[in-house]
């Protein structure tokens, strides 16, 4: 048996780091910063892996061979589109984090309206090359994981990497706010002051920050599983909300989510 000598031994490249990257479309910055809020544990998080693009962080390097991608945003342009396309075939696992990538998030709101609502927000919208909606990522391209909140937090990118890189099943919410609260001891806004909440219907993921400060939930983390939108719309109509308000509240920060979507444009309708 041939020995290496040691000269081959130290020529042998190290382990290589997984390559991290986290993309921007449509969308406010606020997902991304959930991981630059991670403070001593981003650091931790370097020592892991590589970011090899992550502009908010600062790197922008290629996007090629990447084990996982976060992407934050809609696809709003010709230029979205291409970029998940692109991504999608050189990553290993792609995740979505946030109410814009896993259901088209605000932006959405303009695929409820006739017309085009751009116009009257960009003085040339021709220069840009939107599209004729604003979707999720999964709509156009496979997705291996999806992250909700407006925005998602640093635990929830963390802990999706941690198992991700693992090999395990990442943990999937099922308990709505409204459990959140029951163990938090927060008083239900809805019954006490007769405040509108999503709380019912929606994932809990925020700590039920909102009821925690005597505020109706916004349904930021999306619809929770067999939501009965309708029972409660009837019961923001008995708080005395109008058809159209009671349409807004569901046609907001999830417009486009399934059940959202279905109850907001029935009130809509009536």
């Keep these: 048996m041939i020995k290496p000598t040691p000269s081959r031994q130290q020529s042998l490249p190290p382990p290589r780091k997984p390559r991290i990257a986290v993309l921007k479309l449509a969308s406010c910055d606020g997902c991304q910063l959930a991981f630059l809020g991670l403070g001593n544990r981003l650091l931790e998080l370097a020592a892991m892996v590589e970011f090899v693009h992550f502009a908010e962080m600062g790197p922008l390097g290629s996007l090629t061979d990447l084990d996982i991608t976060f992407i934050e945003g809609s696809l ?4 979205d589109l291409e970029t998940v396309r692109s991504v999608r075939k050189e990553s290993r696992y792609l995740v979505t984090i946030g109410a814009c ?5 605000i932006q959405a709101l303009r695929n409820l309206t006739s017309g085009d609502p751009l116009a009257s927000v960009y003085p040339s919208p021709d220069f840009i090359d939107f599209l004729a909606h604003s979707t999720p990522v999964s709509s156009e391209v496979p997705v291996d994981l999806e992250l909700w909140g407006c925005p998602v937090t640093g635990d929830q990118v963390l802990g999706a990497l941690r198992t991700i890189l693992l090999g395990a099943p990442p943990p999937v919410e099922h308990d709505k706010v ?5 163990r938090r001891g927060i008083s239900c806004v809805t019954v006490t002051k007769g405040v509108p909440c999503l709380g019912p219907v929606t994932l809990t993921g925020c700590g039920a920050l909102c009821p925690s400060f005597g505020r109706g939930c916004y349904g930021c983390f999306g619809p929770s599983e067999n939501p009965e939108t309708a029972s409660l719309a009837r019961t923001f109509s008995g708080l005395g909300l109008t058809p159209d308000e009671v349409a807004r509240r569901f046609l907001f920060i999830n417009s486009n989510a399934g059940p959202f979507r279905e109850e907001g444009e029935r009130w809509q309708e009536g």
């Design 101 to 105: 990538a896993t259901s088209g998030g």
């Design 178 to 182: 409204c459990l959140e609260c029951k």
């Design 76 to 79: 709003s342009t010709q230029e």
